[in-house]
């Protein structure tokens, strides 16, 4: 079955500082979803990656997928209290139909 | 932002109640979701519509059913609620892959 693994677990930066978050799938993938989930609360889609290699920013959030479209990265630039949050991959593969799956998130503490 | 809307946000009630849990969505999404999730943990696909008149039963196994009569408005419904049920429920709809989520029914059963 498919899965997706994501790393850290949490994770707890002092404001100001950068920071990465990992998602790894056991295949390789149709596309890859980056949420983030305040505790309680909806997904707010960030970014969505579909080519190998692909590499997208918004802000301060920068996100990458390796050329084998099996590994993402997250990657957040100075650290500010508003990026804390639940930060969730998701991912769709040939034959899924569009349905996603999803890691079990890393929760990112940011202390100012 | 995405216009999804579930209701109510938060539910407390007792065993053996039915319950309808809303989603609506004003976007003309063809395609909608349900979702649960337990804290810590990921969420997982419980149904799924193409559109009206369509439904298909996700990765995990619910007792829930779902009605898809408009394609704004997608409910979820269990018939006599248990403290399994005990959960969060995410509702997403998509135009093309990229889903957009409402904020979540947080059940309890007591």
């Known amino acids: 079955s498919q899965e997706l693994e994501q790393s850290p677990q949490s994770l707890i930066v002092q404001e100001g500082k950068n920071l990465t978050i990992n998602c790894t799938s056991s295949?390789?993938?149709?596309?890859l979803y980056w949420y983030k989930q305040k505790y309680g609360e909806g997904l707010i889609f960030l970014m969505m990656?579909?080519?190998?290699?692909e590499e997208k920013s918004h802000e301060k959030i920068t996100a990458k997928l390796d050329e084998k479209k099996q590994q993402s990265s997250l990657h957040i630039t100075a650290s500010q209290p508003s990026h804390a949050g639940i930060y969730l991959c998701?991912?769709?593969?040939?034959?899924?139909?569009?349905?996603?799956?999803f890691g079990k998130g890393t929760k990112l503490s940011v202390k100012p | 932002e995405a216009d999804i809307y579930q209701t109510p946000r938060y539910l407390v009630i007792g065993t053996g109640k039915k319950i309808t849990l809303e989603c609506s969505q004003t976007?003309?999404?063809?395609?909608m979701y349900w979702y649960q999730q337990d804290p810590g943990m990921e969420l997982h696909l419980i149904h799924y519509?193409?559109?009206?008149?369509?439904?298909e039963k996700g990765d995990l196994s619910s007792e829930s059913t779902v009605s898809r009569i408009r394609t704004e408005h997608f409910p979820l419904t269990l018939e006599s609620a248990r403290p399994s049920h005990t959960s969060q429920y995410l509702c997403?709809?998509?135009?093309?892959?990229?889903?957009?989520f409402g904020d979540g029914t947080r059940l309890s059963i007591l």
């Open positions: 997403a709809s998509s135009a093309g892959r990229a889903q957009h």
């Open positions: 295949k390789t993938l149709y596309g």
């Open positions: 990656l579909q080519k190998g290699g």
């Open positions: 998701g991912a769709d593969f040939q034959g899924s139909q569009g349905n996603l799956i």
């Open positions: 976007m003309g999404h063809d395609k």
């Open positions: 519509s193409y559109g009206v008149n369509s439904t």
